[in-house]
């Protein structure tokens, strides 16, 4: 199996930029297609964007898209998310996950999870 640990989160002014960044251990993440969530105090947590094994796939939340770009560096080991034009509502904390089947939206797609990196933005 797969262990993720995201780096990268921070304090941002609105309109700003940052890149998090998720890298594996253990078995590759070249192996899974692989997922970004975030969740905000009191919600749920919810798809930011995901990405296919080859990265020919993408899929990004109404919210983010033509803000965020998700990529992914297989020799590295590593899986990114390139946020500009931040907003307070992009505020949460951004977890990265891998999933054996798909590039799904949903948190059940996903079998391995990191423990999260804050985002903060101010306004």
């Known amino acids: 199996q797969v262990q993720l640990v995201e780096s990268g989160g921070g304090l941002v002014q609105a309109g700003g930029s940052l890149r998090v960044s998720c890298a594996g251990s253990g078995r590759t993440v070249s192996s899974y297609h692989m997922g970004w ?24 939340a109404d919210s983010v898209k033509g803000r965020f770009t998700i990529s992914r560096d297989n020799a590295k080991n590593t ?13 949460a ?28 933005v101010s306004s």
Do not use: H
């Open 37 to 60: 969530f975030r969740q905000a105090p009191g919600k749920e947590r919810d798809v930011v964007a995901a990405i296919s094994v080859s990265g020919a796939y993408t899929y990004y």
């Open 79 to 91: 899986v990114y998310l390139q946020m500009n034009s931040l907003k307070s509502e992009d505020t």
């Open 93 to 120: 904390v951004y977890y990265c996950a891998a999933s054996v089947t798909r590039p799904g939206a949903g948190t059940r797609d996903y079998e391995y999870w990191g423990q999260g990196t804050q985002v903060t």
